[in-house]
T-cell receptor, first 111, second 114 residues
Framework: GQSLEQPSEVTAVEGAIVQINCTYQ??????LSWYQQHDGGAPTFLSYNALDGLEETGRFSSFLSRSDSYGYLLLQELQMKDSASYFC????????????FGGGTRLMVKP | KAGVTQTPRYLIKTRGQQVTLSCSPI?????VSWYQQTPGQGLQFLFEYFSETQRNKGNFPGRFSGRQFSNSRSEMNVSTLELGDSALYLC?????????????FGPGTRLTVL
């Protein structure tokens, strides 16, 4: 089967740094994506790791370790607008676009 | 460039009816994927179309079907609706659906089955 595990909820204060972990168990694996979804909105793409290591995009960074079947999303200088759900998603098919999603982590940023 | 558009945005149907949802991808994108999002099951892959051909299919019953037209627009159909089909249906498009492609999601169609 395919499964991606991530914490259901994380709370942090404005200006802080938060890390959202994702462990995966999939029959095929070609990379790990992260999406942000505000309540009532569509998922928006944040980052993608095909290879081991760290990818940085502004305040967001994502890390992947294939040997540990593990990745994380790091959000720095948290802002109130970062309050949202964050999903990790594994690309499990090299020939297509099939994504298997984790259950999502609800991030609450407090003042 | 316009984003992914989905119509209708909201839909209310009764059990046993059928429904058709539409998705227009970003201009130039040839891959369209459909996902179902529910509080209980989360985001689940339904199917993917590329150049009018279904390339991948998730673990959903045959009541769920789709198609893609020559202009890359896609429709999905759900027949004999059940209460459990109530969900947000999301469409995502990407250029060619390769392993490094980014998928861009539309706003979704919220389907309520009564």
């Amino acid at each position: 089967g395919q499964s991606l595990e991530q914490p259901s909820e994380v709370t942090a204060v404005e200006g802080a740094i938060v890390q959202i972990n994702c462990t995966y168990q999939t029959s095929g694996f070609y990379g790990l994506s992260w999406y942000q979804q505000h309540d009532g909105g569509a998922p928006t793409f944040l980052s993608y790791n095909a290879l081991d290591g760290l990818e940085e995009t502004g305040r967001f960074s994502s890390f992947l370790s294939r040997s540990d079947s593990y990745g994380y999303l790091l959000l720095q200088e948290l802002q109130m607008k970062d309050s949202a759900s964050y999903f990790c998603a594994a690309k499990v098919d090299n020939a297509g676009n099939m994504l298997t999603f984790g259950g999502g982590t609800r991030l609450m940023v407090k003042p | 460039k316009a984003g992914v558009t989905q119509t209708p945005r909201y839909l209310i149907k009764t059990r046993g009816q059928q429904v058709t949802l539409s998705c227009s991808p970003i201009s130039g994108h040839r891959s369209v994927s459909w996902y179902q999002q529910t509080p209980g099951q989360g985001l689940q892959f339904l199917f993917e179309y590329f150049s009018e051909t279904q390339r991948n299919k998730g673990n959903f019953p045959g009541r769920f079907s789709g198609r893609q037209f020559s202009n890359s627009r896609s429709e999905m159909n759900v027949s004999t609706l059940e209460l459990g089909d109530s969900a947000l249906y999301l469409c995502a498009s990407s250029l060619a659906g390769t392993s490094t492609d980014t998928q861009y999601f539309g706003p979704g169609t919220r389907l309520t089955v009564l």
